[in-house]
């Protein structure tokens, strides 16, 4: 099978998240699969689609700095992008992968792996979907259905700035500040730590789509993005810059607060789970779900199903009794992938934001 690698280069940060956003929105049944691949020139900040800038970025810095913050199409935390790594994207038919995230990751990220070893580089998978180094982080994937495609993104670290990258994100007290720039070192690596001489781009390249092919059993032949797929890339950088677009949780969770009365109450709930940080914007009237937001750094196939889910969710009691089942039933009835995050880790979120008096 035919893979069409279309190589940006070195581009602007809003066209380094654009490109893959836009093919997968030009993409038709049909199309065969494609591989882009990318460096930002400029440095940004880049959050995912369940996050909330507000509460996952500082703002504050990123203007003074200059850093545009980015939402993408594709769950995950946010995270400071710059030169200094290569991103990918996969771009496939949906019947031609998996069905369910946990077995899209391990598929995908099998060349990514062996081009860190081919390297010299003793990188392996660790679900959900990051790839480490002797315990140490040396990237992160994530998944979405944009358009009629399946993608699933990541990024060879070539370096990674771990100050800036503790500056960009909101954090409760400068002492956490300083505990994350610690952890950071501690547990993130990149192919300059990893080798006394990181590879050139060009022979990472080379390198890649040889694994590429071996892995995925596909003739990788170097392409351009056609006529439809650059306007597509152009209307997709349009629509990322829209402030709506960033912001667009933030609106959510203001139009929440306004009706606000005797025996209803606004809430917060957060609970760690394997996938991710899930925290839910509850608010509760007369001990049942009056409206719900549901955000986090998680991943969620279809994009639109947390949304779903949380109408779905409207008039249930407060219980776990009651949650746990309308949950599984929700979720089943969407037919919602949260790698990661369970019916009970939801639970957990939802019953950690009751109003207690």
């Known amino acids: 099978m035919r893979l069409r690698v279309i190589d940006f280069g070195s581009v602007p940060a809003l066209r380094s998240q654009a490109v893959y956003h836009g093919l997968a929105e030009a993409f038709r049944p049909g199309d065969g699969p494609v591989l882009s691949l990318v460096n930002p020139s400029d440095p940004y900040v880049c959050i995912g689609l369940h996050q909330e800038v507000a509460l996952d970025v500082d703002e504050d810095y990123c203007r003074g700095a200059g850093l545009p913050v980015i939402r993408r199409h594709v769950g995950g935390g946010a995270v400071y992008l710059d030169a200094g790594q290569m991103f990918f994207h996969f771009i496939y038919p949906p019947a031609q992968v998996p069905a369910r995230a946990v077995e899209i990751y391990p598929r995908f990220i099998e060349p990514v792996v062996r081009t860190y070893r081919a390297l010299g580089v003793e990188a392996a998978f660790r679900p959900v979907n990051d790839i480490h180094v002797h315990g140490r982080k040396i990237g ?80 990788a032949v170097e392409d351009r993005p056609t006529a439809a797929e650059e306007a597509a890339i152009r209307a997709a950088e349009t629509e990322l810059a829209d402030p709506e677009w960033t912001h667009r949780l933030g609106r959510r969770r203001a139009a929440m607060g306004v009706k606000i009365a005797a025996g209803t109450h606004l809430t917060e709930g957060l609970h760690k789970a394997p996938g991710g940080l899930v925290r839910v914007i509850l608010r509760e009237r007369d001990g049942r779900i009056d409206d719900l937001l549901i ?45 990661g995050v369970a019916p009970g880790d939801l639970v957990a979120a939802l019953l950690g934001a009751l109003h207690r008096p």
């Not at 998944?143 to 954090?171: L, N, P, Q």
């Not at 500040?177 to 001489?197: G, P, S, V």
């Open 295 to 339: 955000e986090g750094d998680f991943t969620a196939l279809p994009d639109d199903g947390v949304a779903a889910l949380a109408q779905r969710l409207r008039g249930v009691e407060l219980t776990g009794a009651a949650l746990l089942p309308a949950i599984t039933g929700a979720v089943a009835e969407i037919g919602l992938d949260l790698p």
């Open 140 to 219: 992160g994937t994530g998944a979405a259905r944009i358009g009629a495609a399946a993608v699933m993104v990541g990024s060879f670290m070539f370096d990674f700035d771990i100050e800036t990258m503790a500056r960009c994100v909101r954090v409760p007290s400068e002492k956490f500040r300083d505990k994350l720039r610690l952890t950071l070192r501690d547990y993130m690596t990149t192919l300059r730590r990893e080798l006394d001489q990181p590879p050139s781009r060009a022979h990472l390249k080379t390198l890649f789509l040889e694994q590429v092919e071996t892995c995925l059993g596909v003739t």
